[in-house]
């Protein structure tokens, strides 16, 4: 997740895993303040392997994450990549 909490792909799937059946895990929100479509999502196992290989295939090693001296905004550049 965005903070690290959860270490990979098989995690994040079981946590949203039946989300909509066990309703919700943020104690500050309710349940109608969730996206519909979160609310509906169940049996995420059901194609697991399947997501898992798609989302590693979104990947890309040979990104270039160097961070230029300059961007044409004129913005300064900068960032953990």
């Given at each position: 997740?965005?903070?690290g ?15 909509g ?11 109608d ?8 999502l ?9 997501l898992?290989e ?20 004129g ?7």
């Amino acid at each position: 997740m965005h903070n690290g909490i959860l270490a990979d792909l098989d995690d994040v799937l079981d946590f949203y895993d039946g989300f909509g059946r066990r309703g919700n895990r943020n104690q500050n929100l309710t349940r109608d303040q969730l996206d519909p479509l979160l609310r509906t999502l169940d049996d995420v196992d059901d194609n697991e392997q399947a997501l898992i290989e798609f989302l590693n295939a979104l990947n890309d090693d040979s990104f270039d994450r160097t961070i230029p001296a300059q961007v044409p905004s004129g913005l300064n550049p900068g960032g953990h990549i």
